[in-house]
């Protein structure tokens, strides 16, 4: 900065610039922590993405016990319902005659579950983070 100026005060001629706000860096973090860090509280197994676009799907999920990539959930975000299109369950489903409806991303209509009779999703299709909570107690692996 020249002469008065401080470092963080830009200045373009006479008139402050329209597109800085001193602010900004607070209300961010304020919109982060209202709409997603509420949601960290919760006992997930973690929270779940699209894997094409990014977008957050659900933020409390469970794990499936045989097949670690699926997860299944009851409250989602950013999921379309497709009621046109529907699957059949795979063998040793314990209702054979149950519809399932194909469910996608709602950023890019990718499909990424399935939504049951019973109205619980089945994610399969899904980039999954960290287990939500506390990571300070992950086992660590020593490489030799």
């Known amino acids: 900065a020249q ?3 401080s470092d963080d005060e830009l200045k373009y001629g006479d008139k402050p610039d329209e ?3 001193a602010q900004l860096d607070e209300k961010d973090e304020k919109w982060v922590s209202d709409r997603y860090l509420k949601h960290a509280r919760r006992n997930s197994d973690a929270v779940l993405n699209c894997p094409a676009c990014f977008t957050v799907l659900c933020f409390d ?3 499936h016990a045989y097949y670690p990539n699926q997860y ?3 409250f ?5 319902v497709m009621l046109k299109q529907t699957t059949r369950p795979v063998k040793g489903d314990t209702d054979p005659d149950a ?3 194909e469910v996608h991303c709602a950023s890019c209509d990718l499909n990424i579950a399935v939504r049951d009779p019973d109205e619980v999703y089945h994610f399969f299709n899904v ?4 287990k939500s909570g506390d990571q300070t107690q992950k086992k660590r692996v020593k490489v030799h």
């Open 3 to 5: 002469g008065n100026e």
């Open 127 to 130: 980039l999954p983070s960290e």
């Open 99 to 101: 519809v399932y409806h």
């Open 72 to 74: 299944r959930a009851m």
């Open 76 to 80: 989602v975000q950013n999921c379309k």
């Open 19 to 21: 597109l800085y706000d």
């Open 61 to 63: 999920c469970q794990r």
